[in-house]
């Protein structure tokens, strides 16, 4: 647990309006989370900022979830240039020609049934999980998946929130 006077709330808290703004939506694409947030600073530990992460995240409607998706690109296919979906989706650089090829299969029909995105955390999943973690969820009815983005959403949220408060590039 973080005490009240660690530098790294202290570092956020103590950061501009506009560049706390910049630094959120660089966590999460949603407006209404990155709003939430600020609206609570300072936070007295980091305990608080993931807490208050969490609660602003239960509270995005469909429209702000579909806001928050937009920042993540396809698992298997991370944005060039981007450090953050790279390193988050480090399960897949190493996956044969053949499960490649399969995630785009499935991100594709996943897509097409849901009209979004496949978003997981995965940070710490191999290629292989992440295969069958679309497989898992494809058949899920729309709000059970919905349900299910928002804890993923909720998970990488939290990764990132940590990696910011130490210094690190989200």
């Not at 097409?112 to 955390?121: A, D």
């Amino acid at each position: 647990m973080t005490s009240p006077s660690t530098p790294d709330t202290a570092r956020f808290n103590a950061l501009p309006e506009e560049a706390a703004t910049t630094a959120l939506h660089e966590v999460c694409a949603s407006s209404a989370w990155g709003t939430a947030l600020l609206a609570q600073r300072p936070f007295t530990t980091a305990d608080a900022l993931l807490t208050a992460s969490d609660a602003a995240m239960a509270e995005l409607t469909d429209e702000d979830l579909a806001e928050a998706m937009a920042g993540h690109p396809p698992i298997g296919r991370p944005r060039p240039g981007d450090p953050t979906s790279s390193r988050e989706q480090s399960g897949m650089t190493g996956a044969s020609d053949r499960l490649k090829a399969e995630m785009l299969e499935l991100n594709l029909a996943y897509q097409e049934r849901f009209g979004q995105v496949f978003l997981i955390c995965a940070t710490g999943r191999t290629g292989e999980q992440l295969r069958d973690a679309v497989r898992e969820r494809i058949d899920n009815p729309p709000e059970r998946e919905r349900e299910i983005v928002r804890t993923e959403l909720g998970k990488i949220n939290r990764i990132r929130l940590t990696r910011l408060l130490e210094g690190e590039s989200t």
